[in-house]
């Protein structure tokens, strides 16, 4: 890897799977730290925004902690590049059915708990499962062929913009499970669980989106 890559700032705001993260990023060569300090994160070269857990104290964490202002900044000002991994991809939206405190409104759309279908056999929820994704439309987080990583959320990413949405999975119907809004992407998955898979899309991350201006 060039040694011109950006560090890979993952923010630490109390909730996420942080050290898995840091673990595969370290496997796959791509220099990163972990913080929660909102003048690191608003100068940060580029951003990971993990998450497990609900969406009303996911923000409420954010907004504590002056790490709201600090992603927005990074993300709008300075066209920071942005993941967000499964509570983290809903944050990036404006909110969620779960909770009443606003999200971080980069992306347009709300997160919305799944559904029981009204005819066919009921689904797990929360939904559990590795899931193979459709990739509807050229990216830079996934490469042509087999898509499959590991989920676990009781709610998904409704964008309001259907060109935002760049893969879809299935769990009693079609959701987004990854999108891309130009410097800021969101994956509902968790690619630190999804062995080769999820490598190969935090490397892509790293080489393809978190290029050096």
Not at 17 to 35: D, E, F, Q, T, W
Not at 141 to 156: A, I, K, N, P, T
Not at 164 to 185: K, M, P, S, T, W
Request: hydrophobic share 40%; proline share 5%; aromatic share 6%.
């Amino acid at each position: 890897m060039s040694s011109a890559q950006s560090i890979i700032t993952i923010v630490d705001y109390g909730i996420g799977n942080r050290g898995s993260i840091v673990n595969m990023l370290k496997r796959i060569g791509a220099p990163c730290r972990v913080s929660g300090d909102p003048q690191e994160v608003a100068s940060a070269e580029a951003l990971i925004v993990p998450g497990v857990g609900a969406f009303d104290a996911g923000m409420a964490n954010l907004n504590e902690r002056g790490l709201t202002e600090a992603i927005r900044s990074a993300a709008i000002e300075r066209r920071t590049p942005v993941l967000g991994i499964c509570l983290g991809m809903q944050l990036l939206a404006e909110g969620s059915e779960e909770g009443v405190l606003p999200g971080l409104s980069l992306v347009r759309g709300h997160a919305k708990r799944f559904q029981q279908p009204a005819q066919d056999t009921p689904i797990k929820i929360p939904h559990m499962s590795w899931a193979q994704l459709e990739i509807v439309r050229p990216n830079r987080l996934f490469d042509d062929g087999e898509q499959r990583f590991y989920f676990v959320h009781s709610y998904h990413v409704a964008c309001d913009d259907a060109r935002d949405v760049i893969g879809l999975a299935d769990h009693g119907g079609r959701f987004v499970a990854a999108f891309e809004q130009g410097n800021v992407l969101g994956v509902q998955f968790h690619p630190e669980k999804s062995h080769r898979y999820g490598m190969r899309l935090l490397k892509n991350f790293a080489e393809r989106v978190c290029v050096p201006a």
